[in-house]
C-alpha cells in the first residue's frame, strides 16, 4: 500500500489506469523554484567559465550535418546551412562545445533518475490515446521541433534561457510565442495527455 | 581572474569540451529532478495544471540574469564578451510559435527530451528522431528559405534598447514581473484543483 500511496501521490492519473500502479516508489520531484535556481546556477557558470550560454538543438544540427557529409559529402559541401556545422567543431563536426554539453545532459539526467528511481522503460501518455498514436505524434512534434529551432536559431536551451537571461529582444519574442503556439495547440491535442 | 574565463584564455579548446560535458551534466541533472524527464508534466503547464515550467524557466532566467548583471557591475564579469546572438524578428516569431506547437505534440523539447530519453522514456526516442528528420528537411530546404531565415535581421538586439530604459531596471522590471507570474501561477493552481476535485 505505500508503494500505491506514493504514486498515487506523485501521479494521479498514472494509478487510475491500473497497470502501472505496482511500480519501484518514485522520489518526488524537487520544489520548482528550487530547480529552477539550479538550473539558473548551472547557466550562470557557463556564461561565467565559457562566455556562453547552454543549448541543446544546435547538437543536432552538428549530427546531422555529419550524417549529410557522411552520406553524400559534395552534397553537404554544397550547403552553407551544413557547411556551417561542418566547420564549427574543433578539427571535427561532432567535437562541438554543444555536442558535449548535450551527452553531459543525458548522463546528468540518467543521475537523477537513477537517485530518484525514476529510470523506468515507459511511454509517457494520457489514458486516451494508443502507445502507436503517441509515438507518431512524438515523432511529428520533434520534426516540427527542429524545424523552429533551427528557424529561430536555437530552442528552449539556447533562446528562451540563455538569450532570455542576457535580455536579448529576439529570445523574449521568441519565448513569448514559445507559450502562444502551445495554448493555441493544447486544446486539440488534449486527447493525447488529458 | 576576470570571467568569462574561457575568452581570457584560462584553458583551451580540448578542455572546453570537457566543462561542456560538466555543464552538461547539471544542466541534465536539475532539469530531471524538476521533473522536465516526463512529457505530462511538461504538456499540463498547457492545461493549466502544473505550471511548474513556467516557475522552472523563470526562476532560471531570473537567477542568471541576475548573477549576469551582479558580476559585471562589480567588474568581475566582461558582459561584452559573452555570445550574444542577434535578433531574427520574424524567423524568431514563427520559429516560436512551431516550437510551441511542436512542444504540445510531441511532450518535449529537445533539452528535455535528452532527459527522457535517459530515463527510459520510449515516445522521447522517437521524439529525439522527429527533431533530427526536422533539422534534416530544413537543412535540404534550405537553398529555397534562406530568404526568410535571414530576413529582419535586427542585429544585437537586447530589451533595454527597445524600451529605450536603463539595464538595471529592465533586470528590476524582470524580476517584478516573474514574481507576478509566480502568484498567478500559484493562484491558478490551487483554482484548477479545486475545479478537478469537485467533477
Not at chain 1, 556551417?84 to 561532432?94: F, K, N
Request: charged share 15%; glycine share 14%.
Amino acid at each position: 500500500m505505500a508503494i500505491l500511496h506514493e504514486t498515487a501521490r506523485l501521479d494521479p492519473r498514472t494509478a487510475a489506469d491500473g497497470k502501472t500502479v505496482a511500480r519501484r516508489e518514485a522520489a518526488p520531484y524537487m520544489n520548482p523554484y528550487l530547480a529552477g535556481v539550479g538550473l539558473g546556477l548551472v547557466l550562470l557558470a557557463a556564461f561565467v567559465v565559457m562566455g556562453r550560454g547552454l543549448g541543446a538543438s544546435g547538437a543536432f544540427s552538428s549530427l546531422v550535418a555529419w550524417l549529410v557529409d557522411l552520406a553524400a559529402p559534395a552534397h553537404a559541401r554544397a550547403n552553407s546551412f551544413y557547411t556551417d556545422y561542418l566547420e564549427s567543431g574543433a578539427g571535427h563536426p561532432l567535437k562541438d562545445w554543444l555536442v558535449f554539453e548535450v551527452l553531459g545532459v543525458l548522463v546528468g539526467g540518467f543521475l537523477s533518475g537513477l537517485l530518484a528511481g525514476r529510470v523506468r522503460r515507459t511511454v509517457e501518455k494520457g489514458p486516451r490515446i494508443s502507445t502507436r498514436g503517441r509515438l507518431t505524434l512524438a515523432f511529428a512534434g520533434g520534426a516540427l521541433m527542429g524545424v523552429g529551432a533551427k528557424l529561430a536559431r536555437g530552442c528552449t536551451s539556447g533562446q528562451a534561457l540563455s538569450g532570455g537571461a542576457l535580455l536579448s529582444a529576439g529570445s523574449w519574442a521568441f519565448m513569448l510565442m514559445v507559450f502562444a503556439g502551445g495554448y493555441a495547440t493544447a486544446w486539440f491535442l488534449r486527447r493525447q495527455w488529458q | 581572474m576576470s570571467a568569462p574565463f574561457f575568452k581570457f584564455g584560462a584553458f583551451g579548446d580540448e578542455a572546453s569540451l570537457v566543462v561542456a560535458f560538466a555543464i552538461g551534466i547539471g544542466f541534465g541533472f536539475f532539469l530531471e529532478r524538476a521533473g522536465f524527464g516526463s512529457a505530462r508534466k511538461l504538456t499540463d503547464q498547457f492545461y493549466f495544471k502544473d505550471l511548474s515550467v513556467l516557475k522552472v524557466m523563470f526562476t532560471a532566467i531570473v537567477t542568471a540574469m541576475l548573477g549576469v548583471f551582479y558580476l559585471s557591475w562589480m567588474g568581475l564579469m566582461d558582459l561584452s564578451l559573452v555570445y550574444f546572438g542577434p535578433t531574427w524578428l520574424v524567423p524568431q516569431i514563427a520559429g516560436g510559435l512551431l516550437l510551441g506547437i511542436g512542444f504540445v505534440v510531441g511532450g518535449y523539447c529537445p533539452g528535455t527530451s535528452m532527459v527522457a530519453l535517459a530515463t527510459g522514456k520510449v515516445d522521447a526516442l522517437f521524439f529525439v528522431l522527429g527533431v533530427t528528420a526536422g533539422i534534416f528537411a530544413y537543412g535540404e530546404a534550405w537553398p529555397a528559405i534562406q530568404g526568410f531565415a535571414n530576413a529582419t535581421n535586427l542585429g544585437e538586439l537586447t530589451l533595454p534598447q527597445v524600451f529605450g530604459l536603463r539595464y538595471g531596471l529592465v533586470v528590476f522590471l524582470v524580476v517584478v514581473m516573474a514574481l507576478g507570474a509566480f502568484k498567478g501561477a500559484e493562484v491558478l493552481e490551487r483554482k484548477m484543483a479545486r475545479k478537478e476535485g469537485a467533477v
